[in-house]
Nanobody, 124 residues
Framework: QVQLAESGGGLVQAGDSLRLSCVPS????????VGWFRQAPGKEREFVAV???????YYADSAKGRFAISKENRKNTVHLQMDTLKPEDTAVYYC??????????????????WGQGTQVTVSS
């Protein structure tokens, strides 16, 4: 099973930016879809963004216009650029790999490899 490792989280102020990175243990971009999810304390894990093998990407409404997901094939890395961060973006962010169909991209059960998560804290 593919292992995923996230990095780039931290403590920032509202309005700041962060770039998260996800590196899989194998080159999976040609065969897998990679998504970002987040989970705040006491809340369910929620979809943030996804990028398909074709590089088509989709975003949660809360991320549209502020976040951007991208692949850097040469470095076998998926990035999540997060701009204009808000306190409500505070959560543990996870990257995940799977083969969901378009209608199921927001369902965490459709992804079968997950990283350990990276904490993002946005202060007001």
């Amino acid at each position: 099973q593919v292992q995923l490792a996230e990095s780039g989280g931290g403590l920032v102020q509202a309005g700041d930016s962060l770039r998260l990175s996800c590196v899989p243990s194998a080159n999976i971009f040609s065969s897998h879809t990679v998504g970002w999810f987040r989970q705040a304390p006491g809340k369910e894990r929620e979809f943030v963004a996804v990028i398909f093998r074709s590089t088509h990407s989709y975003y949660a409404d809360s991320a549209k216009g502020r976040f951007a997901i991208s692949k850097e094939n040469r470095k076998n890395t998926v990035h999540l650029q997060m701009d204009t961060l808000k306190p409500e973006d505070t959560a543990v962010y996870y990257c995940a790999a799977g083969r969901p169909i378009l209608s199921a991209i927001r369902n965490p059960d459709m992804y079968y490899s997950w990283g350990q998560g990276t904490q993002v804290t946005v202060s007001s």
